[in-house]
């Protein structure tokens, strides 16, 4: 798919327009285009856009809900091709991924967790607004070796921490490796909460994880 197609399907986004986006998803899908392609050079952009607009105050809650909706749809048919892609591979580590608490952002979270899923990772997405001890019991209960935490705000960042000190203060630390992302995280922030990695898209998430667990 060219330039053309990726543009026309942002501005669906910024445009609040889902029939259109579901048309173009499914023309570009039938037209063998990469689905990760049209999430990152397409809807991703458009919803970027948004994004600024609304932090300047250009445009208003209900726009960025409404672009919000037009994104999900989208990511969702694509998602799907995500999946297929990956359904025949063996599972290459066991992970559980979220969104903190606080923070209901779930669109680059469950991009990052079917892009994992079909790059041959058995995951375990629990959700948004995930409290402390739903992660820790949740890698109890499925013996993950990775666990995943996603989010966009700036306060709620505070609780990737709190789970890490909760899995340390649980004698799981050693065992489970830890990926943080989202918007607002950092290299900086990652060290400072002893996290092993940040991924900063899905494609980095995938090659960070396989690091560590020894893939590469
Ligand atoms: Co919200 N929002 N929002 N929002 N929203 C932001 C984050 C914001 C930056 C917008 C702005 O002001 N410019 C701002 C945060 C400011 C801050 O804290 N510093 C903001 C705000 C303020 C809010 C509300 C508080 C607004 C309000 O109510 N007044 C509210 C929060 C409610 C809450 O959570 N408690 C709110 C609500 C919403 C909607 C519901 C309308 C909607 C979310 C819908 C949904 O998720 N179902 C929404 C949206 C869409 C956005 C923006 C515009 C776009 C987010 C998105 O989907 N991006 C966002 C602006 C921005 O991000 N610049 C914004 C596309 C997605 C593919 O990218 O999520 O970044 P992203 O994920 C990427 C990478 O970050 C990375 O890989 C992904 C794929 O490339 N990644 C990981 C993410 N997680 C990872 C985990 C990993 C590895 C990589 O490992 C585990």
Request: glycine share 10%.
């Amino acid at each position: 798919m060219d330039q053309e197609y990726f543009d026309k399907l942002a501005q669906t986004v910024i445009d609040g327009d889902s029939e259109e986006c579901v048309r173009l998803v499914k023309d570009g899908i039938q037209q063998r285009m990469n689905p990760l392609d049209a999430i990152e050079k397409g809807l991703a952009r458009g919803i970027m856009k948004v994004g600024d607009d609304f932090g300047t105050g250009v445009v208003f809650l209900p726009e960025l809900i409404m672009a919000a909706d037009v994104m999900k749809k989208g990511t969702e048919l694509l998602d799907e091709q995500i999946a297929l892609s990956g359904l025949k591979r063996q599972a290459l580590g066991k992970m559980v991924i979220g969104t903190v608490k606080g923070d209901i952002h779930d669109i680059g979270k469950s991009v990052v967790a079917s892009v994992l899923q079909a790059n041959g990772f058995d995951v375990n997405d629990i959700g948004i607004d995930v409290a402390v001890e739903d992660f820790i019991s949740t890698v109890k209960e499925t013996k993950a070796n990775v666990l995943g935490m996603s989010a966009l705000l700036t306060l709620p960042l505070q609780v990737m921490g709190e789970v890490i000190n909760a899995m340390k203060n649980q004698g799981l630390r050693e065992e489970v490796k830890v990926i943080v992302g989202g918007c607002p995280v950092t290299e900086e922030f990652a060290d400072e909460i002893g996290a092993d990695a940040v991924g900063f898209d899905a494609s980095d998430a995938v090659k960070k994880v396989r690091r560590l667990l020894g893939h590469d």
